[in-house]
């Protein structure tokens, strides 16, 4: 089963997770904090919800009461789903009297049956409780019937849904309305069901619920097969770029599932490069897909549609609007810290527009405030407190139509205030233009109406033609009905009548009626009943013909039949045509008959009527009419009688003469065909309806409509209750216009209000609010600067009205103040008082009061300015003048005013050398002064305070000042040489960057020949150079020159600036030629060596070179990249920074002074590589055999070399190493490493080192082994006298290694030591020789192999006893001895 990813509620910040119980039980509290802030308790339940059984049908509802500071949030959860809210099934509700929170069930249903949660929650904890709510199921229910239906329904819709070709795409069709309401729905959220429903003309809400989890269930076991997770479904955007977007997030189970786009049900194909030009474009990043629809227009509308492998994922409708822009938004310049407002017409109404800022989708918050006009045409953004950051391009878009505008923020350009936080402004920049908006609005609005008349108008006359048409189908067939009852009421009136002649009354029963008839103006309609039914019977020839076709007619009214055949006589008798028409009671089992006459004449008759009591006869008498009312009237008036009208108990028509009474009630009934009712129009229909709207209290709320009839007369209610002018409330009507005021609004206006005119109706809700306001006196008063000195107090106090509870804060330059310190902040009913004692410089600010409930939020900003003592004025001293007659110079005025307006500068004055000071006295606000008594060449130093209102600032002391001191200035920068011939060589210089405080007057130019010391000038001495460039003459062919000039201002000539380079004076080079034999003399991976020769030096054709350019250019690019950035003298050159493996093409260009020679290419490309280099391996002595203890790691490195970068490749056995194998590569070095060596990876291993000029391989055989286990028991055998067979049982080791081999020593009982008798035997025997009688034999058998031996296998002794002799007389000689 596919699960869609949900997003859990974040955890509050420091939440602490502790439990504890309510004092209500049942009721579970969640702290989120350790400690809470004084004051404040997290939510509980002084009044938890009931547990309900209940009816099915009934109103159900849960209430809870729960308290809390701050005030919780209350949300509801069921365990099976999630809660539907809808006005025909659930609905959630407030009563801020009560502080009831309710859940409340319209019409309890069985799917309500659940167990509820109810959550209480605020920032410091959520208190939940759990209710059951049962629901008894009762009789049989339609409701479910019709259910079941759609559910049959659903099933065969989604199969048609699932039909597909056998590639998974869709059938080529276009989808109809009722494909496409389902396929939204599938992909809809919850809270746009009711309007998709009210769109598509769906009623029955819980039906569509129903059928529309089964599909859901149905489609997400579908979308399992190919995906793992589906999340972030975003409908159709439209972006600022005149494109849309529709993003999904999934994780595919095969990344190669094909995925499809539909619109409408038809195919769209797409591309996934967005260069490519195509309009669709899907776009994949990682798990996200966005499908692009660029260069909008109207024809892109539509259900769009996103299939994966043939199962529908996701579908939007993209509705297109027909709106543009009637007045774009234009270009805002505004200032730091001001507001800017960016405002935009419509052509036709819109609820909301989607506002833009740099790329970013804006909404509603304290930065970005968003308003809609009452008409829904005018639509503005503003942008609180703009700072630089702001700035940028904002766009508003509409539909498909968007347009932007650029907002400059215009920084504080005051270096005084630089660096501090600008002012808070009140303005709001790009308004001014409400009048004409306003006008263009109105326009659009008129040009919209008439649009919208006119398409009422064409549908309307539509829909009469339909009717028209409907009603001439229903007139023929109701002709031809006609014709056929009377054709069938004659037959049986015949033969009933020939029965009755013949006296054949069989087993009938005799019912008599009598029928009165007058042709008086007799109301025709029910007035007792609901539905009318009436019956009766024609009889007797044409008479009774002409009734039953009356009473035909008359069914149209209500009632359908013909009169009894003694009525039909009668009215025969009378010269008229009988008809009847009844209407019954509530029950609908009422009838009546009646009879015309003519002119009035009563003609009664008796008849008795046969009626089979146990059958139910097809005849005129069993056919029952419906009908009631003005239908009745009319059906009588087709009919061309007016007869009593009864129903069961009920006297007949209002003035039948003739009429006494109903007929009795039938006891089988049928019902006749149904008349449609007459599409009345009442000719008046609203231009605009009501609009909810917000109203505060105290202050005034209008309601307006407007109507398309100025004579239309309307009535107004409230909550159902109809209401009329008086002190507190007005109703006018002025043209077309329909107006409710409510002069000053209370809690008791908020409610639902209607306007019903000529039955039609236009409702709307006033919601009363009551948000924070202030004084208007005292905000007046408190918005006007504050101004103390240090060490003073400030005062700030407003008064303010709201609902409670009010949120009060205070702010000095945005950061919230609280009571500490020197502040102190008091609180009262409808007042708040701020209080800063001993304030300081450093507090001056905006100062601002936010106050805050639920109904909104208000500020007030003032300024608090705290006077104090200037600081010292700043330096640098700008020095104007320094003559023998005069001293002027400026400095820069005090960082800080201390919030003062400058009035005057203090100045002292020391001639250097001297003690005293001498006071210059005050001279002013202006920073700057002039001083005139000096005396040439003496020195002067100055000390400046700032003089304020506050006092005087400290001093600041100049540095010393030379009267009539010669500035020279600065050296200019070196000549260059702009061109050189024989005999003029042209010269270009920048003036100097100091020109000692005075203008430059002109420059001296010198120059000096190569090899001398002497520098001559150029220019004569009484005639400077005024200009930056001179044309040198006197100049020698041949001869090489440098230059060198100085400024001159009214002090002099400055110093020479450092000479040019030399220059011959002869006429321009040729550029030189093309350079000799390029070639590549090294390279590496990044480097490449060149080396050339000089290109040929061709008299008057190319002159010799005197340096060179190596550029190179990549294969894959056409641009050449110079590698070095001045001229090389050599004709070698290395090339550095070159990537590895990489195609270059190289070329050397040589240069003069006459320029660039022709480039000089490389033949071939050249690879960023060193030589190539057969590999081999550079090691002296290479191991080929090596033993590794099992468990221990096999290390085996191999040293090579190679050009280009080889490939090396290992195997074991002529098969690739395994994954437990690691190889390291490094640069002319390979290893071998196996971590924990196994008997399993002993082994042949083979490297093989390849590149393109060759390969070369080397192997290594690795023996993985262990100590051997010991053999087996030892046996000894004697086959051959004199020897011993030894046999053992094989090591356990003998199979897993090739290499193992046994050795066997022995010892006697003579001699005590071991010796070894055999080695490196292969099998499991050996044969002792030399076994000497009489001695005992032991033997041992080990276990060899490459690791060592193993423990022995010892035998048992073996003794061959030794033959016996006779030695009698040795044994007498004993004996005597």
Same mark, same amino acid.
């Given at each position: ?10 955890t509050?910040?420091?939440?602490a997770?502790?439990?504890?119980k ?30 309900l ?49 309710t ?72 989808m ?93 194909p797409?591309?996934?490069?967005e260069?490519?030009?195509?309009k669709?474009?899907l ?13 909008l ?10 299939d ?13 609007p ?113 009048e004409?908006?306003?006008r ?61 002649a ?17 042709? $008086?103006? @007799?109301?025709?309609?029910?007035? =007792? *009943? %609901?539905? &009318?039914?009436?019956?009766?019977? +024609?009889? #007797? !020839? /044409? ?6 076709a ?10 359908t ?11 025969? $008798?009378? @010269?008229?045509?009988g008809?009847? =028409? *009844? %209407?019954? &009671?509530?029950?609908g089992?009422? +009838?009546? #008959? !009646? /009879? ?5 004449g ?10 089979d ?14 009908? @009631? ?5 009319e *059906? ?9 009208? #009864? !129903? ?54 209008e ?44 809690e ?5 209000y ?16 009551d ?43 945005g950061?919230e ?18 209080l ?39 330096g ?35 001639q ?34 700032v ?48 020109t ?19 520098w ?25 020159y ?15 600036s ?15 030629g093309?350079?000799?034999?390029l ?27 005197k ?17 070095n ?7 070698t ?8 493996m ?14 660039e ?5 490389l ?27 099992a ?9 090579f ?177």
């Amino acid at each position: 089963m596919l699960k869609k990813t949900k997003v859990d509620d974040e955890t509050a910040t420091g939440q602490a997770g502790i439990k504890k119980k309510s004092k209500v039980p049942g009721v579970m509290i969640t702290q989120f904090m350790e400690e809470l802030p004084e004051g404040k308790t997290t939510p509980d339940f002084t009044r938890k919800p009931i547990a309900l059984t209940i009816q099915e049908g009934k109103f159900a509802y849960f209430k809870a009461i729960v308290v809390g500071d701050p005030t919780p949030t209350v949300t509801w959860s069921r365990a099976n789903g999630e809660i539907i809210f809808h006005t025909d099934v659930c609905q959630q509700k407030y009563d801020p009297a009560s502080n009831e929170h309710t859940l409340e069930f319209p019409k309890v249903a069985p799917e309500d049956a659940d167990t509820y949660k109810c959550y209480a929650t605020n920032e410091y904890g959520r208190a939940v409780c759990t209710v059951i709510l049962n629901v008894i199921e009762v009789g049989f229910s339609k409701t479910k019937e019709l259910q079941k239906i759609q559910g049959e329904d659903a099933t065969e819709f989604r199969k048609r849904l699932k039909t597909r070709n056998p590639d998974g795409t869709r059938e080529e069709k276009t989808m109809d309305a009722n494909e496409k309401v389902w396929e939204i729905l599938l992909s809809a959220e919850k809270k746009d069901y009711e309007r998709i429903c009210a769109e598509y003309g769906i009623t029955d809400f819980r039906g569509m619920l129903k059928k529309l989890t089964e599909m859901k269930k149905e489609r997400e076991e579908e979308i399992a097969q190919f995906i793992s997770h589906i999340r972030t479904l975003k409908p159709v955007e439209v972006k600022d770029d005149d494109c849309a977007t529709i993003e999904l997030d999934m994780d595919l189970l095969d990344s190669g599932s094909k995925i499809f786009l539909y619109k409408d049900g038809v195919m769209v194909p797409f591309s996934k490069e967005e260069g490519e030009g195509m309009k669709h474009n899907l776009k994949q990043v990682g798990k996200k897909y966005v499908f692009t629809i660029k260069n909008l227009s109207k024809d892109d509308a539509g259900l769009y549609s996103v299939d994966v492998e043939g199962v529908n994922v996701f579908s939007t409708d993209f509705k297109v609007p027909e709106v543009d822009f009637a007045v774009k938004i234009q270009e805002v310049k505004a200032e730091e810290r001001e507001d800017a407002l960016f405002q935009c017409v419509l052509t036709a109404p819109m609820n909301e527009i989607n506002w833009y800022g740099k790329s970013a989708l804006l909404t509603n918050n304290e930065k970005h405030e968003i308003i809609v006009s009452e008409d829904k045409l005018i639509h503005k953004l503003i942008v609180r407190d703009c700072l630089p950051l702001d700035g940028g391009i904002y766009a508003a878009v509409a539909g498909i139509k968007s347009c932007n505008a650029w907002l400059v923020v215009e920084v504080e350009k005051d270096p005084a205030k630089k660096g501090k936080k600008a002012a808070r402004k009140t303005t709001i920049a790009g308004a001014g233009n409400d009048e004409e908006l306003l006008r263009i609005a109105k326009e659009q609005q008129e040009r919209y109406q008439k649009e919208m008349e006119e398409k009422a108008q064409l549908a309307k006359k539509a829909q009469e033609e339909k009717e028209l048409a409907a009603a001439a189908v229903r007139a023929k067939q109701k002709a031809e009905a006609e014709a056929k009852a009377a054709a069938k009421a004659e037959a049986k009136a015949a033969a009933k009548a020939k029965r009755a002649a013949a006296g054949k009354d069989g087993a009938v029963r005799k019912t008599k009626k009598k029928v009165a008839g007058a042709g $008086a103006d @007799g109301a025709s309609g029910a007035t =007792g *009943g %609901v539905v &009318g039914v009436g019956a009766g019977s +024609a009889a #007797g !020839g /044409a008479a009774g013909a002409t009734g039953g076709a009356a009473g035909a007619t008359g069914g149209a009214a209500g009632a359908t039949g013909g009169g009894s055949a003694a009525g039909s006589l009668a009215g025969a $008798a009378g @010269g008229g045509a009988g008809g009847a =028409g *009844g %209407v019954g &009671g509530r029950d609908g089992s009422g +009838a009546a #008959g !009646g /009879a015309g006459g003519n002119e009035g004449g009563d003609v009664e008759g008796d008849s008795e009527v046969e009626s089979d009591e146990d059958s139910f006869e097809d005849s005129d008498e069993d056919i029952e009419g419906e009908g @009631g009312g003005a239908k009745g009237r009319e *059906g009588a008036k087709e009919g061309g009688e007016k007869g009593g009208v #009864g !129903g069961e108990g009920e006297e007949g028509g209002e003035k039948g003469e003739g009429g006494e009474k109903g007929g009795e009630r039938r006891k089988r009934a049928r019902a006749a065909p149904l008349v449609p009712d007459t599409v009345i129009d009442p000719g008046v229909h609203f231009h605009a309806g009501l609009s909810d709207c917000k109203a505060i209290i105290g202050e005034a709320a209008e309601l307006e409509c407007k109507v398309s009839s100025e004579e239309c007369v309307g009535i107004w209610y409230k909550d159902g209750a109809e209401i009329q002018a008086s002190e507190s409330l007005t109703i006018s009507k002025e043209g077309c216009f329909h107006r409710l005021k409510i002069h000053k609004v209370t809690e008791e206006n908020a409610g639902k209000y209607k306007f019903e005119a000529d039955g039609r109706k236009t409702e709307a809700e006033i919601a009363v609010e009551d948000p924070p306001r202030f004084d208007k006196e005292e905000l007046e008063a408190f918005k006007a600067p504050v101004t103390i000195k240090k060490g003073h107090k400030a005062t700030y106090k407003l008064s303010y009205i709201g609902r409670e509870p009010i949120k009060v804060q205070w702010y000095l330059e945005g950061e919230e103040l609280s009571s500490e310190g020197n502040i102190n902040i008091e609180t009262s009913d409808g007042t708040s008082r701020l209080l800063m004692m001993k304030l300081q410089h450093k507090d001056s600010g905006e100062i601002k009061i936010k106050l805050k409930n639920v109904f909104g939020t208000i500020e007030a900003v003032s300024q608090l300015n705290v006077l104090d003592k200037p600081t010292p004025p700043m330096g640098p001293l700008e020095i104007v003048e320094a003559s023998s007659s005069v001293i002027d110079f400026k400095w820069r005025p005090p960082k800080d005013s201390g919030g003062c307006k400058i009035q005057n500068y203090i100045l002292e004055r020391q001639q250097v050398g001297r003690n005293t000071w001498k006071k210059v006295g005050p001279i002013g606000p202006e920073a700057k002064y002039r001083d005139s008594d000096v005396d040439h060449g003496r020195r002067y130093c100055y000390r400046i305070r700032v003089e304020t209102e506050m006092g005087i600032s400290e001093m600041m002391e100049t540095e010393d000042i030379q009267a009539g001191t010669k500035a020279y200035p600065a050296p200019p920068s070196a000549p260059k040489v702009a061109s050189a011939f024989k005999d003029c060589i042209n010269l270009t210089w920048s003036p100097p960057a100091d020109t000692g405080g005075t203008s430059i007057l002109g420059y001296n130019l010198e120059k000096r020949k190569k090899g001398s010391n002497l520098w001559g000038q150029v220019n004569p001495p009484n005639e400077i150079i005024r200009g930056k460039g001179f044309a040198v003459k006197d100049v020698v062919e041949g001869m090489e020159y440098e230059f060198r000039v100085s400024a001159i201002n009214d002090s002099g000539a400055g110093e020479f600036s450092t000479p040019s380079e030399f220059v011959f004076a002869r006429d321009p080079k040729k550029p030189p030629g093309k350079v000799l034999d390029l070639k590549v003399t090294d390279s590496t991976y990044t480097t490449l060596s060149l080396s050339w020769n000089k290109p040929k030096d061709i008299k008057g054709e190319e002159d010799e070179a005197k340096g060179y350019f190596v550029e190179i250019r990549p294969a894959e690019n056409t641009d050449w990249d110079r590698c070095n950035s001045n001229a090389i003298t050599m004709t070698t050159y290395t090339v550095k920074g070159m990537k590895s493996m990489a195609m270059y093409w190289v070329r050397v260009i040589a240069t003069n002074d006459g320029g660039e020679g022709v480039p000089q290419e490389l033949d071939n490309y050249i690879l960023a590589m060193p030589p190539p280099v057969r590999p081999r391996f550079t090691d002296a002595k290479i191991k080929s055999f090596m033993i590794v203890r099992a468990g221990n790691s096999a290390r085996f490195t191999i040293n090579f070399e190679a050009s280009p970068w080889p490939e090396v490749t290992w195997l074991k056995d002529g098969v690739p190493v395994s994954k437990k194998v690691t190889i390291s590569n490094a640069e002319g070095t390979s290893q071998l490493l196996i971590p924990s060596a196994e008997r399993s990876d002993t082994g042949i291993y083979t490297i093989i080192v390849k590149n393109i000029v060759g390969q070369e391989t080397i192997s290594i055989e690795i023996r993985v082994t262990d100590e051997p286990k010991p053999p087996g028991p030892v046996d000894l055998d004697e086959n051959v006298p004199g020897t011993v067979t030894i046999s053992w049982t094989a090591s356990p080791d003998e199979k897993r290694d090739d290499r193992l081999h046994y050795m066997v020593t022995k010892r006697d009982s003579v001699k005590r030591s071991w010796n070894t008798i055999a080695d490196r035997i292969f099998n499991n025997k050996f044969t002792a020789c030399n076994i000497m009688p009489g001695r005992e034999y032991q033997f041992r058998v080990y276990a060899k192999n490459d690791m060592g031996s193993s423990k022995p296998s010892e035998s048992a002794k073996w003794l061959i006893p030794a033959k016996k002799r006779k030695i009698h007389c040795e044994d007498a000689r004993v004996q005597s001895l």
